[in-house]
């Protein structure tokens, strides 16, 4: 507490023990507990006391509370930009410090990550002198996956010769004949397993045998055949 005198002399400090009690009631009525002090001991001492006039004291600057990692604005710099942001500091005995530090990491690297560039746009194609749209180009064919094999076509007398030189040969013994129903089956399952096409009828076959292979026609008990010539 603070002890004064009526003189021009400096203030005495000294220490008053107080119950806490009166002490918590003072302060609750706002008691000068200072100037209570200074009036009862004038009393008792017989001293004159008046209240003297307090210089006043310049009240302390304020105090600004500022977020983690910036730094306080001065008085001349209030509409100025935001000030350069530092870093927080990790408690290292905190347990979820390395996590913090990862995390910090890995945001920062995402703000540093160069975007990737647009893709360019293509320029839409001119439009036809008369203001319509070109025509859109013809879709080509595209190929059978198995394409079928086309028959063969050979002249009458290449299938019968070949048929002839493959499954007939010359008999020169008496009796050797074929007969002409047969023959011609025989011939027309072979144009069919060669894919020869047309199939020549039965007529043309006789003609063709008779002129251009010199056979002749017999009758074997009622049955017409071609004589001197035998399957293979």
Not at 205 to 231: M, S
């Amino acid at each position: 507490m603070t002890g004064k005198k009526e003189s021009s002399a400096a203030w005495h400090h000294t220490t008053v023990v107080l119950r806490p009690d009166i002490y918590h009631q003072a302060v609750a009525r706002g008691i000068d507990i200072s100037e209570a002090c200074n009036q009862a001991l004038a009393s008792l001492t017989g001293t004159e006391y008046h209240r003297p006039q307090r210089e006043e004291v310049p009240a302390p600057p304020p105090v600004i509370v500022a977020r983690n990692g910036s730094l306080p604005p001065s008085s001349g710099d209030v509409k100025k930009a935001a000030s350069r942001k530092l870093h927080p500091v990790i408690n290292a005995d905190d347990p979820a410090a390395p996590a913090t530090v990862v995390e910090t990491k890995t945001r920062l690297s995402a703000k540093k990550a160069p975007t990737e560039p647009m893709a360019p746009v293509p320029a839409p194609e001119p439009a036809s002198p008369e203001g319509q749209s070109p025509a859109a180009p013809a879709k080509k064919a595209t190929p059978p996956k198995g394409p079928a094999v086309p028959a063969r076509k050979r002249s009458r007398g290449d299938a019968l010769k070949t048929f002839f030189s493959s499954k007939i040969s010359r008999a020169e013994e008496a009796g050797a004949a074929v007969s002409k129903d047969e023959l011609y089956e025989l011939f027309a399952r072979f144009c069919r397993e060669h894919r020869i096409t047309p199939v020549p009828d039965r007529k043309t076959v006789t003609v063709a045998l008779k002129n251009q292979f010199a056979l002749t026609e017999i009758n074997v008990n009622g049955t017409p055949c071609w004589t001197g010539i035998r399957l293979k």
